[in-house]
């Protein structure tokens, strides 16, 4: 199994981002729970769900700075205010 791409988090919707966050954080948490059994036998998926979360955490703050920033771009914008030009005669 190789690492997860970022391309396929960033198709993901923002809803689909935040749920699969939360699916790999309790994976990583599963993951954990049979290292302290002594059941896990693919050591390799902690690195591989690890990559994953940081990807998925990334576009996300990706996605936030974003807003932010087009936010703060259309705050900039001076607006143009709806009063009649007086016409020289």
């Known amino acids: ?7 396929e988090a960033r198709n993901l919707s923002d809803e689909a981002l935040a749920d699969a966050i939360v699916a ?7 993951l954990r729970l049979q290292k302290a059994t002594r059941q896990m036998e693919k050591t390799h ?6 990559h994953k979360i940081a990807q998925l ?3 996300e703050r990706e996605r936030q700075r974003a807003a932010e920033q ?5 705050a900039a914008q001076p607006e143009i205010a709806d009063t009649p030009v007086a016409e020289e005669e």
Request: hydrophobic share 40%; net charge positive.
């Open 24 to 30: 790999a954080k309790r994976q990583l948490f599963e």
């Open 70 to 74: 087009s936010e703060v771009t259309t």
């Open 1 to 7: 199994m190789a690492l997860p791409k970022i391309e």
């Open 57 to 59: 955490l990334t576009v």
């Open 45 to 50: 998926e902690f690195k591989h769900t690890r």
